[in-house]
C-alpha cells in the first residue's frame, strides 16, 4: 500500500510538471508569433545590450559593467566616486584619430569641387572637378590618404582636409571649372549659325555655340549599341528642370528634350561612373554647374546637332 500511494503521487507530480511544461510552451509560442513584426533584428538585441553598459562604462570611467548578479547596495557605493573617474580622462583611441567627417560619396558642392581641385593638383584626381563625390572621388581621397600614412576611409575628414590643404595652394576659378577635360571637337558647319548645341560623339564634348562661337563646353556620354543616341539636326522642344523618366523611374535633372524621349540632362551616374556606364540615349553631362548655366542660357527652339 506505501508502494502504491508513493506512485500516485509520484504520477501526480508529473502530473504538475507537465501541466507546467505545456503552460511554458505555450507562452514562447505566443513570444515567436511577434517576432516576424520586429525581424531579425531582434535575435541580436541580446549580445549587444550585454556589451554596450561596457562600452558606456569607457567614457565615464567605470572599471565594469552592472549585471543581475549586482546587489541593489552597489550602485549606491559606486555613485560617490565622481572624483576617480575625473582623475582617469577618457582613453582618446575611442574617438576617430581623424577627426569629424566633413565630405563622403554622395556629398555635393563647393566643397567637393574645391576638394577634386586640390586632388588634381598633386595628381590624385585626373579629370574635371564635378562637384559630385563619386566612386572616382572616394578612390582619389583613399590614394592621397595611403600616400599620408592615414587610413584609407576615402572619406575626407578634418585631418585629411587639413593634410590636403597644407599640400595645395586656392584652387583658380579656371582649375574649379575648366572648359572641359576633352578637347572640344571642330565644330559641324551646321553648328556655326544661330544659337546651337553641337554635340559630337567622337570627341565626346557638348559645345553651346552663338553665331559660330563657342560660350562653353562640356563632357557628354550617349547611350550604347543597344540604346543609341539619334544623330542629325534636332530643336530644343521642352526645357524639364527636375525631369523623373516615366520609363526608368531615374532623375533626369535640367532635362532639354530635343528628339523623343531623348534629351541634353545631367547624369550623377556620369559624374560617379564616367565612361564606365551609359545612358538610355539621352546626352549626358557630368558637370553640374555647367549643365545648370546651360539650361538657364537654352530656349526652346534652340537648334541641336549631333553628328560623329
Excluded at 506512485?7 to 510552451?25: D, M, P
Excluded at 549587444?48 to 549586482?70: F, I, L, R, V
Excluded at 528634350?257 to 545631367?266: N, W
Aim: positive net charge.
Amino acid at each position: 500500500m506505501i508502494r502504491t500511494g508513493r506512485t500516485g503521487r509520484g504520477y501526480a507530480l508529473r502530473g504538475a510538471a507537465a501541466a507546467v511544461a505545456v503552460v511554458a510552451l505555450a507562452a514562447v509560442t505566443a513570444g515567436c508569433k511577434e517576432q516576424p513584426a520586429s525581424g531579425a533584428s531582434a535575435a541580436p538585441s541580446a549580445p549587444e545590450s550585454s556589451g554596450s553598459p561596457t562600452d558606456d562604462a569607457k567614457p565615464g570611467g567605470g572599471s565594469a559593467s552592472p549585471s543581475a548578479s549586482t546587489p541593489a547596495k552597489e550602485p549606491a557605493k559606486a555613485s560617490p566616486k565622481p572624483g576617480a573617474s575625473r582623475t582617469t580622462p577618457p582613453p582618446t583611441p575611442t574617438a576617430d584619430p581623424q577627426g569629424k567627417v566633413l565630405m563622403a560619396s554622395g556629398s555635393e558642392g563647393k566643397q567637393v569641387r574645391e576638394l577634386q581641385a586640390r586632388l588634381r593638383q598633386i595628381g590624385h584626381f585626373n579629370r574635371t572637378p564635378t562637384g559630385y563625390y563619386g566612386t572616382v572621388t572616394v578612390a582619389a581621397v583613399q590614394s592621397f590618404q595611403g600616400k599620408r600614412g592615414l587610413s584609407r576611409t576615402g572619406r575626407t575628414d578634418t585631418v585629411t582636409w587639413q593634410r590636403l590643404l597644407g599640400m595645395t595652394h586656392e584652387p583658380t576659378a579656371a582649375e574649379l571649372n575648366p572648359p572641359t577635360t576633352r578637347p572640344a571637337a571642330k565644330p559641324d558647319k551646321r553648328c556655326l549659325t544661330g544659337r546651337v548645341l553641337c554635340i559630337s560623339k567622337n570627341s565626346r564634348t557638348l559645345s553651346w555655340m552663338i553665331d559660330g562661337k563657342v560660350v562653353s563646353s562640356m563632357d557628354v556620354r550617349f547611350g550604347s549599341q543597344y540604346t543609341p543616341t539619334r544623330e542629325g539636326t534636332f530643336s530644343v522642344y521642352w526645357k524639364s528642370r527636375h525631369h523623373v523618366s516615366t520609363i526608368y523611374h531615374t532623375a533626369m535633372p535640367y532635362a532639354m528634350f530635343f528628339s523623343g524621349g531623348q534629351a541634353v540632362h545631367y547624369s550623377s551616374d556620369f559624374a560617379a561612373r564616367g565612361y564606365n556606364g551609359a545612358s538610355h540615349g539621352c546626352v549626358n553631362v557630368r558637370d553640374e554647374g555647367k549643365i545648370a548655366a546651360l539650361f538657364a542660357a537654352v530656349r526652346n527652339g534652340d537648334k541641336v546637332v549631333v553628328y560623329k
